[in-house]
Nanobody, 127 residues
Framework: QVQLVESGGGLVQAGGSLKLACAASGRTFSSYAVGWFRQAPGKERDLVSAIPWSGYRIYYADSVKGRFTISRDNAKNTVYLQMTSLKPEDTAVYYC????????????????????WGQGTQVTVSS
């Protein structure tokens, strides 16, 4: 079993930055892909970025390209999402999730493929 805990959310002004962390326990991330999803009130949960635990096939949603950077620290079993130039439309609960199917297929996009989820961390961007 993999347990995931997100941290780093908070309230920032537009144009500001936050760095989210997803820490894993119970297993390593070996042979998993780790995705960051977000869900705003009344909207679907959408993938914003993903990274394999090994390899470098990284995904970014078009809405965050050039502003968000995903990275991993294998020694700490942690995946990060550095968010810069934040906009009010980035306001959402951000979740990290892990998927073995996504790792082996290289397809990160479907939330149904993710086996483990964190509880989420709130990101609020004020105007």
């Amino acid at each position: 079993q993999v347990q995931l805990v997100e941290s780093g959310g908070g309230l920032v002004q537009a144009g500001g930055s936050l760095k989210l962390a997803c820490a894993a326990s119970g297993r390593t991330f070996s042979s998993y892909a780790v995705g960051w999803f977000r869900q705003a009130p009344g909207k679907e949960r959408d993938l914003v970025s993903a990274i394999p635990w090994s390899g470098y096939r990284i995904y970014y949603a078009d809405s965050v390209k050039g502003r968000f950077t995903i990275s991993r620290d294998n020694a700490k079993n942690t995946v990060y999402l550095q968010m810069t130039s934040l906009k009010p439309e980035d306001t959402a609960v951000y979740y990290c999730a892990a998927s073995s199917r996504a790792y082996y297929s290289g397809n990160y996009y479907s939330s149904n493929d993710y086996d483990y989820w964190g509880q989420g961390t709130q990101v609020t961007v004020s105007s």
